[in-house]
């Protein structure tokens, strides 16, 4: 979940009719105690991407090929999780396992070339209060952000839902001087995009872009991969096939690759052969799709375009 010179981006035409940096892992209290580094206007022609999960490793799945494809091309891409993830595993918790999280979260950047921010909210009790969402105002202002990723407020896990709310109620904010008036404010609201999800209720995923990712999906599995206490411990534990887990470390990618690196789903299939061709649509095999957010800049057509230059 080959070259680059041959990689393919799609979008839903109809929908529009209206070197890397280097890879950090701050608190949240470090975010806003100490200066972060903040991106200059993307008048270089490079974009500033940033993305966000509720916990370290959901940026990776949704996103992780696209940003090594960002990266690739010399573009400014930062993860953050929005929670520490002190509580995801099975035997381990606390301030041991959020370090231990952070440093994972930490390497993953380092493996594809992009920034990775955590957070410290505690993970399983995230709430879409005023100072995570200033958090979250202040995270896209430093990054001067051109594209913003995250998920849809659709979601069995809390975290994830409110990670989409406290993303839409951001996405006015970030152009208001008043709000979180210790960080800049934007003078262009960027452009908000939901990753893709399954949930059907109340109302299903539309991919109005998918980015083909076959020629990054070894790099996304190796992002993957530096998350050892999510992807060969907790998650197999909490699906009851812990024991599934290979033990050598080749073995382990490959199984990775089979459990966590899926077919695209129907509705984004026909999105890659609407825009690429049936042939070279249906023959792709990894792909990560995304939907427009009504609430930032509605991009057009060209817009689209410069934001996924693939």
């Known amino acids: 979940m080959k070259h680059l010179a041959t990689s393919t981006i799609v979008f839903a035409i109809a929908l529009f009719a209206s070197g890397a940096p280097g ?42 090929g696209t940003a090594a494809k960002y990266a690739a091309l010399g573009h400014r891409v930062r993860f953050v999780s929005v929670t520490n993830g002190d509580a995801g595993h099975q035997t381990e918790g606390g301030g041991a396992l959020a370090a231990r999280r952070r440093a994972e979260a930490q390497e993953a ?9 955590v957070l410290d ?25 051109d594209l913003v990723l995250a998920p849809r407020p659709n979601d069995y896990h809390p975290d994830h839902r409110y990670t989409g709310v406290l993303l839409q109620d951001a996405a006015y904010m970030v152009v208001v001087p008043n709000i979180a008036p210790d960080t800049p404010a ?33 790099k996304k599995i190796d992002m993957l991969d530096a998350h050892v206490s999510q992807m060969y411990e907790w998650l197999p534990w909490v699906a009851d096939a812990l024991e599934k887990v290979p033990k050598d470390a080749a073995a382990r990618k490959r199984w990775l690759r089979e459990t966590r690196a899926g077919q695209p789903a129907p509705a984004v299939r026909a999105t890659l052969t609407k825009w690429y061709g049936p042939e070279k649509g249906n023959a792709v095999r990894y792909a990560e799709a995304f939907e427009i957010c009504e609430y930032g800049t509605r991009p057009d057509e060209a817009m689209i375009r410069k934001l996924f230059p693939f």
């Open 23 to 64: 890879v950090t892992a701050r608190s949240a209290d470090d975010a806003q105690a100490a200066p972060q580094r903040t991106q200059p206007p993307s008048s270089d022609g490079k974009l500033n991407i940033i993305a966000f999960g509720a916990h370290p490793d959901d940026c990776d799945q949704r996103a992780g």
């Open 121 to 145: 909210n505690h993970d399983g009790e995230l709430l879409p209060t005023l100072h995570v969402r200033e958090q979250i105002i202040r995270q896209i202002r430093q990054w001067k952000a």
């Open 186 to 218: 934007l003078r262009k609201n960027p452009v908000f995009m939901y990753f893709e999800d399954g949930f059907q209720r109340p109302n299903p995923f539309r991919p109005d872009v998918a980015v083909s990712i076959d020629e990054v999906i070894e």
């Open 109 to 117: 950047g380092r493996r594809i070339g992009i920034e990775y921010v």
